[in-house]
């Protein structure tokens, strides 16, 4: 596991390098200050602050973090989310995964009530690939005025060049700082104007700071520095009176009586080890205190409640990897125990999916799956995800995958996860090959069935790795086991933002 988290480093250093030692010095000889170290000084001294998405667009043509930071951060006691443009990495232009991690960062903002703050130097689309952004790029627009129509605000603050499309974040959020001589906000720059207006017009006058602090009136406050924009931007969000609609966590918190240090042990990186669920809570959970629901019942799902720092939650967790009709009867139950109760519930995924064969289709898998993954897809409390290691096929639904919308679904680094894994699925085009020869009399050439599995195989543990799964926004990041207590309490005090409700009706339950 620790040369799991060694390649995570690396790669997370990647990111953290922005376009290179290069354009970092030519940012700072300029007087500004870097993306992250803007983030660092809005944000509350010594608070928490949670990078969502580090790996996205890993694995890509595009630089790795996309050319953006997004994070939740603590700015005057308020919980917001934060998304600051990189300018060292091609001027901060978005490519098409920084439009879907800055949609991602979005919607974590809208789902769970938290204010937003852009950060913004860029100088718009990333021209070369308008086609892959142009279309999907115009929903964060959409997203900014919908978050404001929701009473959840939004506030920007220009530093530079803020170009195009990107002049609509400051025209669409609710207050707006902008830098004196920095910020450059027009829908145009002066070589386009002249294009097509034939107009004559300098930088300062077509979109400068003073110009719309003046006279467009779309700069609300006028900053002298960038660190008067991060304290000007501070005291707005501490003027928001903002206050969360949900359940306050338990005045005292005790930690787990067993080391967090163990989990790099506990859970092997070779995913056919298999090991115990429980041990796993009892490094994360609040006192080591974990009440089983039905634990001689469908033995390869643990579920009962906790409390992390806190906060009451229902866990939860594959022991055994394979889902049976029982493991899901009583997931459907405990879920919606939690719904009554108005308990967010944890989902901690080791699985390989739902049993299959013909005792378990005649004993009724698919009903009882669909029960399971009825109740996932229609309980109301937020859900948490980790992937502690395999998450294969509809385990991955049952269990509340990316598609089934969990407030936060964070990887450890030596998860997987794809329909089947490598050796199944290139196990199954060979039977389906060898039988469509069989049917057309032809023989079976056993080469090139080596061949392809061989190939197959390794695509598919290519793509069931975590930085490649991460790289692709689905999930919010690969974290370090020992953190996942201290990043599931940011994200349970985040979302207590926003009111904890259950459901009060399910879809049809098939018996």
């Known amino acids: 596991m620790l040369e799991r988290l060694a390649e995570l480093d690396a790669e997370h250093a990647k990111a953290l390098a922005g376009g290179g030692p290069r354009y970092v010095e030519r ?18 001294p010594d608070s928490p602050l949670l990078e969502l998405s580090p790996l996205a667009a890993w694995g890509s043509d595009y630089p790795v973090g996309a050319s953006v930071v997004t994070a939740i951060g603590v700015i005057e006691g308020v919980e917001c989310v934060i998304v600051a443009n990189d300018p060292t990495v091609r001027g901060g232009a978005s490519n ?15 789902t769970n ?23 999907p790029g115009g929903r964060m627009f959409r997203d900014l005025t919908r978050l404001s129509a929701a009473g959840i605000p939004t506030v920007a603050l220009v ?13 669409m959020s609710d207050h707006v700082v902008m830098v004196a001589e920095r910020a450059k906000v027009f829908l ?13 017009s300098d930088d300062e006058s077509l979109g400068g700071a003073e110009m719309h602090a003046r006279t467009s009136g779309l700069a609300d406050h006028l900053a002298a520095d960038e660190y008067d924009a991060l304290r000007i931007g501070r005291r707005i969000v501490a003027r928001l009176n903002w206050r969360k609609r ?42 080591s205190r974990f009440d089983e629901f039905k634990p001689l019942y469908g033995t390869s799902l643990v579920t009962g409640w906790a409390t992390l720092h806190g906060y009451p939650i229902g866990v939860l967790a594959n022991a055994r990897g394979v889902l049976f009709g029982a493991e899901s009867q009583k997931a459907t139950q405990f879920i919606q125990l939690a719904n009554a109760a108005d308990t967010p519930l944890l989902f901690l995924q080791n699985t390989t999916g739902y049993m299959v064969g013909r005792e378990y289709e005649q004993s009724g898998i698919i009903k009882h799956g669909a029960q399971m993954i009825n109740a996932v897809s229609n309980s109301t409390v937020p859900h948490l995800t980790v992937v502690m290691g395999a998450s294969y096929g509809a385990g991955n639904y049952g269990m509340c995958g990316r598609a089934y919308d969990p407030r936060f679904l964070f990887t450890w680094p030596n998860a997987k996860s794809a329909v089947m894994g490598p050796a199944q699925l290139a196990g199954v085009l060979s039977i389906v090959a060898r039988q469509a020869a069989a049917a057309r009399g032809q023989d079976y050439d056993e080469v090139a069935d080596r061949q392809l599995r061989e190939m197959v195989e390794a695509q598919i543990e290519r793509e069931s790795l975590a930085p490649f799964l991460s790289g ?19 994200c349970l005090s985040a979302l207590h933002s926003a009111p904890v409700t259950g459901a009060t009706g399910f879809g049809v339950f098939r018996m």
């Open 27 to 44: 940012h700072h000889a300029r007087g500004k200050l870097l993306a992250r170290e803007r983030v660092e000084l809005l944000i509350d």
């Open 96 to 110: 098409p995964w920084t439009a879907r991690k800055v949609g991602r960062a979005l919607d974590i903002a809208a």
């Open 113 to 135: 009530r938290l204010p937003l703050v852009n950060l913004v130097e860029s100088g718009g689309a990333d021209l070369p690939s308008q086609a892959e952004i142009f279309i």
């Open 159 to 171: 530093f530079g060049n803020s170009t195009a499309g990107g002049a609509y974040v400051p025209g």
């Open 188 to 200: 145009g720059g002066p070589p386009l104007v002249k294009m097509a207006t034939g107009e004559e």
């Open 246 to 287: 949900g359940p306050v966590p338990a005045a005292e918190v005790e930690d787990p009586r067993y080391d967090p240090e163990d989990l790099l042990g506990i859970v092997s990186a070779d995913l056919r080890v298999p090991f115990d669920p429980r041990e796993v809570l009892a490094r994360i959970v609040d006192g």
């Open 472 to 490: 692709r926004l689905h999930d919010d990041g690969v974290i370090d086991p020992r953190d996942t207590r201290t990043v599931l309490g940011i």
